[in-house]
């Protein structure tokens, strides 16, 4: 089945500085990759996705990148600010059909400092 | 807005003790999951559900067992709940028609077993 690793597992940044979190998996039938922010004591919920058909894509501060050669993903934050502080999960997913599951990533813990 | 709820936030059962986790989604969605949530292991899939009385298992569904016999409803079930079992349990549910998209998660149930 599909394995997914991210890194790091905790990033500090101060305000205003870029963040770059960094996923690779391992199935190459892999086609979509959303990345979900959990805040503290809520649930988790979706902050951008990517297809594979698309190398790139951005939504205001953040974006996300996709490498299908090497098989890795990575989600870019610039302009850091306090309430970008979350857990931070990385997903990879075949899409077949009805049935489709995601396979998440570690997490990593964001901390933007002031 | 799609709701997720779970019937409980905070649980605490003695080992050997039977466990029941309810997830009601109120969007009419095919699709149903049930993770755990740990720290250093991100979100694994316990089970998950295609549609009514179809269920399939995830990573680590050693333990649990699952029941879907209404749409908007998917239990989790701890047979012999042990200690290894505590943890975060978040169920989710997405429109079977939604390959791409967000996959809407309840707010969470921590289980402590004793």
């Known amino acids: 089945g599909e394995n997914v690793e991210q890194h790091p597992s905790t990033l500090s940044v101060q305000e205003g500085d870029s963040a770059v979190i960094k996923c690779t998996y391992s199935?190459?039938?892999?086609?979509?990759f959303p990345w979900y922010k959990q805040e503290l004591g809520k649930r988790p919920q979706l902050i951008i996705d990517?297809?594979?058909?698309?190398g790139e894509k951005k939504d205001q501060r953040i974006a996300v990148t996709l490498n299908k050669t090497a098989k890795h993903f990575s989600l870019h934050i610039t302009e850091t600010q306090p309430e970008d502080s979350a857990v931070y999960f990385c997903?990879?997913?075949?899409?077949?059909?009805?049935?489709?599951?995601?396979?998440f990533g570690t997490g990593t813990q964001l901390k933007v400092e002031l | 807005d799609v709701k997720v709820t779970q019937s409980s936030r905070y649980l605490v059962k003695r080992t050997g003790e039977k466990v029941f986790l309810e997830c009601v989604q109120d969007?009419?969605?095919?699709?149903m999951f049930w993770y755990r949530q740990d720290p250093g292991l991100g979100l694994r899939l316990i089970y998950f559900?295609?549609?009514?009385?179809?269920?399939e298992k995830g990573d680590i569904p050693e333990g649990y067992s699952v029941s879907r016999e209404k749409k908007e409803r998917f239990s989790l079930i701890l047979e012999s709940a042990s200690t290894n079992q505590t943890s975060m349990y978040l169920c989710?549910?997405?429109?079977?028609?939604?390959?791409?998209?967000?996959?809407?998660f309840g707010p969470g149930t921590r289980l402590t077993v004793t």
């Open positions: 997903a990879a997913k075949v899409i077949t059909g009805g049935g489709n599951k995601l396979t």
């Open positions: 199935d190459s039938a892999s086609n979509y």
């Open positions: 990517i297809r594979s058909n698309v």
């Open positions: 969007m009419d969605h095919e699709n």
């Open positions: 559900s295609y549609d009514v009385k179809m269920k």
């Open positions: 989710a549910s997405i429109a079977v028609g939604l390959a791409v998209g967000e996959q809407y």
